[in-house]
């Protein structure tokens, strides 16, 4: 694996950066893709916008791109005695809240750690042993006494709370971390920047870290008008289907190589989702089997990534979803494999190098 590569990763997956709250994230995107693009500038709302100047600056154009921020929650209310209220950020799964370890993050920059709080098992009653406690039950003790000592250390309504970071490595070259949603696809973002630098591609790159997809899958989007691409690569997470309680075939598995977004659709609220067009598809699988990697396909409901919205830029963007797979996702902690992310790092690399004109505007022809 490259050491960059294995190195951004980690120092990616320890840095909080809650949605909304990407500062931290930005300035360590700017500081790694910077040494490897031809321009970069950052958007009123965060986004990191690069460019890679192509050979032909007259060919179609193409923008990768990650999201920096994470999911989590952010504070609603201090009580008297020093308990902190809570909202989500994002898709927080309540029923693994209750006991995490936490930390927050106030406008100091100092993080206070905190764990949220449960009801000692010897004081549950039978008829509560089974019950998800939802988010307005649920509170942080940061060991304060009272509002005032909360409030001396900046804490306030509004401050983030995340999942405590961490980053372990596993067995078989695998790894658990918080937030692999979605700092691998920067770190591959970076490795990409590096590669391309060293060798120029025939069409401009656009390399984008970007804000607030956890929040409302909208940050990629407003980077996509500035720049107004041919055609887009989301790179983002997929949920692993290969444990023990999950009945569906087991057919994204950890370890089996990068994964190709055949489909998604969120099916609640947004009522969106991707189906990629058929000239980045037939892209993505003939580098694929030029780079002898294995390419997994999943078409999944209740998945979304921010290529839902980048696709209905301008006159329409030609998207398609690239994915590695992880287990536990949107938890405090996923499991993914190093293997996976090196490889979907060079397949999108290859891709790149493979995209044309005629990529896109093969559907169209007689």
């Not at 406008?107 to 750690?113: E, M, R």
């Not at 490595?169 to 973002?189: E, F, K, P, V, Y």
């Amino acid at each position: 694996m490259s050491n960059d590569l294995f190195q951004n990763l980690r120092n990616y997956c320890l840095t909080p950066a809650l949605a909304g709250f990407e500062d931290q994230m930005i300035k360590a995107m700017v500081r790694d893709l910077r040494p490897y693009v031809d321009s970069l500038n950052i958007d009123v709302l965060g986004n990191v916008i690069t460019k890679i100047d192509g050979k032909d600056p007259k060919s179609k154009s193409i923008m990768v791109f990650a999201h920096m921020d994470s999911l989590g929650l952010i504070v609603k209310g201090i009580a008297q005695d020093g308990f902190i209220k809570l909202e989500r950020v994002g898709g927080v799964p309540e029923r693994i809240l209750a006991g995490a370890k936490v930390v927050l993050q106030p406008s100091t920059g100092d993080l206070i750690s905190g764990v949220i709080g449960i009801v000692s098992h010897h004081l549950t009653p039978p008829e509560d042993k089974y019950i998800v406690k939802p988010i307005s039950e649920l509170y942080v003790d940061i060991g304060a006494t009272n509002i005032q000592e909360v409030q001396s250390l900046g804490i306030k309504i509004g401050t983030p709370v995340l999942y405590q970071p961490s980053y372990e490595n596993l067995q078989n070259g695998r790894i658990a971390a918080t937030s692999l949603d979605d700092r691998g696809g920067c770190a591959i973002l970076v490795e990409l920047a590096k590669v391309l630098s060293a060798k120029k591609p025939n069409s401009n790159v656009f390399l984008v870290a970007t804000v607030q997809e956890e929040f409302n899958l909208r940050g990629a989007m407003v980077a996509a008008q500035q720049i107004m691409p041919d055609a887009a690569i989301s790179l983002d997470l997929v949920a692993a289907t290969d444990t023990p309680d999950i009945n569906n075939g087991a057919s994204v598995r950890v370890g089996m190589g990068p994964v190709l977004g055949t489909y998604s659709f969120h099916g609640r609220g947004t009522l969106n989702g991707l189906i990629p067009h058929p000239g980045m598809v037939k892209l993505v699988e003939d580098s694929a089997q030029r780079k002898k990697i294995n390419l997994q396909r999943h078409a999944t409901v209740g998945l979304l990534t921010d290529a839902s919205y980048v696709q209905l830029v301008g006159k329409g963007v030609a998207c398609v979803d690239l994915a590695w797979p992880t287990r536990y996702t949107h938890s405090g902690v996923e499991v993914s494999s190093l293997q996976d992310l090196e490889d979907l790092s060079h397949l999108v690399a290859d891709v790149v190098y493979s995209f044309s004109d005629n990529t896109i505007d093969s559907r169209f022809q007689d």
